[in-house]
């Protein structure tokens, strides 16, 4: 079992920044790929971005250039930095993780339980 527990989210104002964390505890040594989705109400969960060790961080385009995912392995730790925030990323966000590398939404291995980011215009 791993345990997610996201923390960072909150209301800001369009073009503000947000730092996004998943703490992961448990069997962390099942983790392979870790990342971030989204849902904004009445749309479906979205992938934004995924990290795995060696391997080149995915965005989804409406975010690149504006987020930057990390991973801090020695804290278990995954943040997510979002800068130039638009109303359109207003969500809720969630941490996920993958035991395989198939980016896949059926394929989540465990899912936090979430963060509201609210940005307003």
């Known amino acids: 079992q791993v345990q997610l527990v996201e923390s960072g989210g909150g209301w800001v104002q369009a073009g503000s920044s947000l730092r996004l964390s998943c703490a992961a505890s448990?069997?962390?040594?099942?983790?392979?790929?870790m990342g971030w989705y989204r849902q904004a109400p009445g749309k479906e969960r979205d992938l934004v971005a995924a990290?795995?060790?060696?391997?080149?961080?995915y965005y989804v385009d409406s975010v690149k250039g504006r987020f930057t995912i990390s991973r801090d392995n020695a804290k278990n730790t995954l943040y997510l930095q979002m800068n130039t925030l638009k109303s359109e990323d207003t969500a809720m966000y969630y941490c996920?993780?993958?035991?395989?590398?198939?980016?896949?939404?059926?394929?989540?291995?465990?899912w936090g339980q979430g963060t509201q980011v609210t940005v307003s215009s």
């Open positions: 448990g069997n962390i040594s099942s983790i392979n790929v």
């Open positions: 990290i795995s060790s060696g391997s080149t961080p």
């Open positions: 996920a993780v993958w035991a395989g590398r198939v980016l896949a939404r059926t394929q989540v291995s465990y």
